[in-house]
């Protein structure tokens, strides 16, 4: 994603927030907080838009859903005569 990622953001498939913890690089779960940035606030709700000013987009995301979806497709074309 190119562009910095705002508030109120919503993903233009399914309408979901994008400026969200489990969006960010920091968002671990296994981290106090659940947040590898030191002195974060706690957030209730982690797939809920939020004011977190240390939020950056986790660009790994794309590239996981992507391979994901090229898989999937393989295997889809791998077992197509099987139906």
Same mark, same amino acid.
């Given at each position: 994603? =190119?562009?910095?990622?705002?508030? @109120?953001?919503?993903?233009?498939?399914?309408?979901? %927030?994008?400026?969200?913890?489990?969006? *960010?690089?920091?968002?671990?779960? =296994?981290?106090?907080?659940?947040? @590898?940035?030191?002195?974060?606030?706690?957030?209730? %709700?982690?797939?809920?838009?939020?004011? *977190?000013?240390?939020?950056?987009?986790?660009?790994?995301?794309?590239?996981?859903?992507?391979?994901?979806?090229?898989?999937?497709?393989?295997?889809?074309?791998?077992?197509?005569?099987?139906?």
């Amino acid at each position: 994603m =190119s562009a910095r990622v705002q508030r @109120r953001d919503e993903c233009t498939t399914c309408g979901a %927030d994008l400026h969200v913890c489990k969006n *960010c690089r920091f968002w671990d779960p =296994s981290y106090q907080n659940e947040c @590898r940035e030191n002195g974060s606030f706690y957030i209730r %709700d982690r797939e809920k838009a939020n004011f *977190c000013m240390s939020f950056e987009f986790n660009a790994t995301l794309e590239t996981d859903a992507a391979e994901a979806d090229d898989a999937r497709s393989k295997l889809e074309a791998l077992f197509k005569g099987l139906k």
